[in-house]
Structures are given as structure tokens and as C-alpha cells.
């Protein structure tokens, strides 16, 4: 299976991660038959016409029969029952992956044997739209996507899906499924779980909305993500409780020292809090992917109508420029608001530049470093 080609993909759930799958699959990698299996038959129409899948399955089962690699594609909830179910239905060299957010429950739940040909993966794109309607082939491209195999896998399995993912342009990068589930609990879950509890507490407030409309940059940032979907966040909140309840008995700690040093009026020790806060940021930054002096921040000013944010997203993609992080301020109706992404390396943000102003919208770059 070493030199096996990727010739038929099977996709159960095909909204928006699955159906980009499939778009990227046969634009991207050459695979000539994508299946797919929804519960719903609008969504498996719709995939058709926009040839996110070559065939409409009606079952699990007809979607993985003969299939060389199947991405179960379904909310958290469901991801052990599907990957398990996709293990039975397929043949033999089949290798089954899925896209959910966390990834321990899933490793620990497969035998031995299931885990030669089952390998978690955790793509770190995706998008404010959701559905195959806003599915495209350039989802995945420059994304880190997380690939978590167990004790037992099969090389050739790992290499079949390590070499397709790299095929449709993610960055694949392995890590342990209990390290990646801890991981997501600091920097993705916790965050959800603040941004949550803040916006609640600020919303108590008198003059919540006058408030909230002269609120600066750090709220803004702070609360981005606050009300995201919830039935999606408690299935992963719950999926990964451990690990969270952890990563929050740790936050607590630290909440309870700045508590201790404002009731002690003990000005050195709240000065300690924000250097070493300082010291971590800036050593992850050294150590990682995206040093300050290489990460630009683009100003997009955009009108509050329908489809402007997917428009740019998809431009930018489409242009092969990836953005490592993104934020939004809305104003009003009226005055719109600003689109604030973050690309790295300064010839791409020049290119973003190009691409956006083709599209008609007057930005504004600097080097992150300049901001500080």
C-alpha cells in the first residue's frame, strides 16, 4: 500500500469540511471518485451539483465499500460511531480518518486492530459559513491540520493519508491524541469557555450596549468568538471535559494570584503576572511558526451586507495566501465594520493586498512588530 493511489474518497457528513474535502480530492489530488452520505437528501443534491461528491450514497455502508480513504465528517457525538461502522463497512486497505476537535475519545474508544487503519485528524481551518453551499478546494491549503494515529498504526496507512493531505495543500503534523486534546483545551476550548462568561458578566451591566459599542480592541478580541455554536461547542466542551476542567483549575490558579495581589494592594506582584505573561508570549513566539517580525496585520474596511466575508475569504484563498488569524468589528448597518486578518511574511501580505484591492476595498497593512 506504500505507493497506493488515492483513487476513490468517501465522505460521511458532507457540509462544509466534508464538502471541501471532496472538492479538494478531485481539483487538488486527482482522485476520480468522491462518495458521499448525508442524512438528508438536499444536502447530498446540492453536493452533487456543485461536484463536491461524484456520488450520492444511501447508506454508510455503499459510501465505504471499496473506498481507499474515508473522512467521517459528522459532528463530535457521532465520530466513534461512524469511524467504527466505516471500519466494518470498508475493505481491507481502506484507511478512515475524521475532522473533529478533539481526538483522545476517539483513539482510546478502537481496538488494536481498528487503529492500524484508523488515524484522527484535526484540521485547524474552516469558516464563519457553514453547509456544502460554502464548501471550497482551497479550505485546506496551508492549514496545520493535526494528525493524531494511535499505538498501533499502520505506516502505509499513515503515509496513504499524510501524502493525500499534503496532495489538497494542508500542512499535516502529528501529534499524540491525548497532547493534541490538552493542547486544544489551553488554546482553543478555554478561550471559547472565557470569551463565553465574560460577554455574560459585561452584559449585566447598565449601559451594556452603549458599552459595548465604544468597547476597545482587547474586549473586541477577547469576545470574538463568545455564543459560537452551541450545540457543536458542548458536544466538544463535553468530549474533551478533562482536559478542560484541567486547563481551567490551572486559569483559576492564576486568577486567584491576581486576586491576591489586588487585595494586597502588592504592586510587584501584579507587575510579575504581566512579565511573565510577556516572557511565555514572547518564547512561544521564537520557538513557533509565526515570529512577530514576520506576521502583518491587514485593515479591511467592509460594508454590512450578505456574502462580504465570505467573498474576501475566498479570494484570499483562492489566491493561495493563508490567514493565520482573523478578527471582526462591527460598527452598524450603517458604517459597517472592519475585517482584521493577519497573513505572514511580508510579500504575501503584499499579494493579499493586490488581491483585496482588485476586489474594490481600500486596506491598510503594518508589521505586527510595529503594533506592539
Request: contains cysteine; hydrophobic residues 45%; aromatic residues 4%.
Amino acid at each position: 500500500m506504500a505507493e497506493a493511489h488515492v483513487s476513490t474518497v468517501a465522505l460521511i457528513g458532507v457540509g462544509l469540511m466534508g464538502g471541501s474535502l471532496g472538492l479538494a480530492a478531485r481539483e487538488l489530488a486527482g482522485v476520480g471518485e468522491v462518495r458521499g452520505f448525508s442524512q438528508t437528501r438536499a444536502t447530498l443534491d446540492l453536493a452533487l451539483e456543485r461536484g463536491a461528491i461524484t456520488r450520492a450514497c444511501a447508506s454508510l455502508e455503499e459510501a465505504c465499500a471499496g473506498a481507499d480513504l474515508i473522512f467521517v465528517c459528522t459532528p463530535v457525538r457521532l465520530v466513534v460511531k461512524h469511524v467504527r461502522a466505516a471500519l466494518a463497512a470498508a475493505p481491507p486497505h481502506a484507511v478512515v480518518s475524521d475532522v473533529g476537535s478533539t481526538k483522545g475519545p476517539l483513539m482510546r474508544a478502537l481496538t488494536p486492530e481498528e487503529q492500524r487503519r484508523c488515524i484522527g485528524g484535526h484540521p485547524l481551518c474552516g469558516s464563519e459559513t457553514a453547509g456544502v453551499a460554502n464548501a471550497r478546494a482551497s479550505l485546506y491549503h496551508g492549514a496545520t491540520y493535526f494528525v493524531t494515529p494511535g499505538d498501533h498504526v499502520d505506516a502505509d496507512a499513515y503515509q496513504l493519508l499524510y501524502g493525500f493531505l499534503g496532495d489538497i495543500g494542508a500542512r499535516p503534523v502529528a501529534v499524540d491524541p491525548e497532547e493534541h486534546d490538552r493542547q486544544m483545551a489551553v488554546v482553543s476550548h478555554l478561550p471559547h469557555v472565557l470569551a463565553n462568561v465574560l460577554m455574560s458578566q459585561a452584559g449585566q451591566h447598565a449601559g451594556a450596549r452603549d458599552a459595548l459599542l465604544s468597547a476597545g480592541p482587547s474586549f473586541r478580541d477577547l469576545t470574538r468568538i463568545a455564543g459560537s455554536n452551541r450545540r457543536v461547542w458542548t458536544d466538544i466542551f463535553l468530549d474533551n471535559r478533562a482536559a478542560l476542567l484541567a486547563s481551567l483549575a490551572q486559569f483559576q490558579e492564576g486568577l486567584q494570584e491576581v486576586l491576591e495581589a489586588l487585595a494586597a494592594a502588592d504592586a510587584p506582584r501584579l507587575s510579575d503576572t504581566i512579565v511573565r505573561a510577556k516572557e511565555q508570549r514572547d518564547r512561544m513566539l521564537a520557538a513557533g511558526s509565526l515570529p512577530a517580525e514576520d506576521l502583518y496585520r491587514i485593515l479591511i474596511p467592509v460594508p454590512d451586507r450578505p456574502g462580504v466575508f465570505s467573498e474576501i475569504m475566498v479570494a484570499l484563498g483562492d489566491a493561495g495566501i493563508n490567514v493565520e488569524d482573523l478578527s471582526m468589528h462591527h460598527m452598524s448597518a450603517e458604517l459597517g465594520g472592519t475585517l482584521t486578518v493577519f497573513v505572514l511574511g511580508e510579500d504575501v501580505c503584499q499579494r493579499a493586498t493586490h488581491v483585496l484591492g482588485a476586489l474594490g476595498y481600500e486596506v491598510s497593512t503594518r508589521a505586527e512588530v510595529d503594533a506592539e
